[in-house]
């Protein structure tokens, strides 16, 4: 990163500080995302009876938010050097962004084996390989630059970087505000649950159906439901929890499981004086 910044201020290339910047975020990303995880993993107690786990999701939203904040910067300054384009130098942009892709060809590599289920470490890894694509894309401007002279290159490189964050920080923004809403995982489908539930031997009805994710990889299930009377609630209650565990792998569930009433039949006369229903 201090490279890219020492390289684009001599070489006047507005990519290579673009990307420069991304990178910080990039270390940041990381940074917040391995204080997120200690603090998620931390037991619930107290209040916090899910405990901290909502800390990565915290941590992924506001490194969606960063990088829609530097989208907007540098697609400004790429748009200004479209109509004034400096001078730059196409050497010192093409050999440092293929030492950029070298050193993010591994970094992607090592992130790429950890657990990417959790938000939070998909926003850092979403940081990273949008880092890869942007040094490609430098790459190819440098050698633009060189081959046929044309300093616009650079600024259509900046802004191929900015639209690369602006989609990477889209992504962490709308999965962690699902979260915050309270809005069922993306892969389940609540109208199939619902199905499978009323199919299930003896149940009548389903009522106040909720699916939500406390965080990244973590669903979770309540309904009201209600079933036959003389069936075992117990029973109907370890089958349902087996089904949502084995076919939408939902573990925390809680159920509360009734007997439907018969509806009772009044003769007119009851139906007119309320006092003839009293036993």
């Known amino acids: 990163m201090a490279g890219e910044v020492v390289v684009g201020l001599l070489a006047s290339s507005l ?8 990178m910080l975020t990039d270390a940041a990303a990381i940074a ?8 998620a993993a931390r037991p619930a107690k107290g209040n ?53 892709v070298g050193v993010n060809l591994a970094a992607t590599w090592l992130i790429s084996r950890a657990n990417r289920t959790s938000l939070n470490v998909e926003g850092a890894f979403q940081h990273i390989l949008n880092d890869l694509f ?35 920080g889209w992504g962490l923004i709308r999965d962690s505000w699902r979260i ?28 106040d159906l909720h699916v939500w994710e406390v965080t990244s990889g973590f669903p979770a299930l309540s309904a009201h439901v209600l079933v036959e ?9 370890e089958e349902i929890s087996a089904l949502l565990n084995e076919r939408y792998g939902i573990d925390h569930t809680t159920l509360q499981i009734d007997h439907a009433t018969e509806p009772q039949i009044f003769t007119p006369n009851e139906l007119t004086d309320p006092e003839s229903r009293r036993p």
Not at 15 to 22: C, N
Not at 144 to 159: E, H, K, Q
Not at 180 to 207: M, N, Q, W, Y
């Open 134 to 168: 942007a040094f490609i894309a430098t790459a190819i401007a440098g050698l633009v630059i060189l081959v046929w002279g044309w300093t616009r290159a650079d600024a259509v490189a900046a802004l191929v970087v900015a639209a690369l964050m602006a989609k990477g």
């Open 32 to 39: 917040l995302a391995l204080v997120a995880a200690r603090l």
């Open 229 to 237: 009377p003389g069936t075992d609630c117990h029973d109907r209650r």
């Open 180 to 207: 915050f809403l309270e809005a069922a995982p993306r892969c389940i489908d609540v109208a199939a649950i619902d199905a499978d539930l009323h199919a299930v031997g003896s149940v009548t009805e389903i009522h």
């Open 15 to 22: 990519v290579l500080i673009t990307d420069a910047g991304h």
């Open 48 to 100: 916090l009876t899910y405990g901290l786990r909502r800390v990565e999701i915290l941590s992924a939203q506001t490194n969606g938010l960063t990088l829609w904040a530097l989208t907007v910067w540098f697609a400004y300054q790429g748009i200004t050097r479209l109509f004034d384009p400096p001078e730059v130098e196409g050497w010192p942009v093409l050999i440092t962004a293929l030492a950029g």
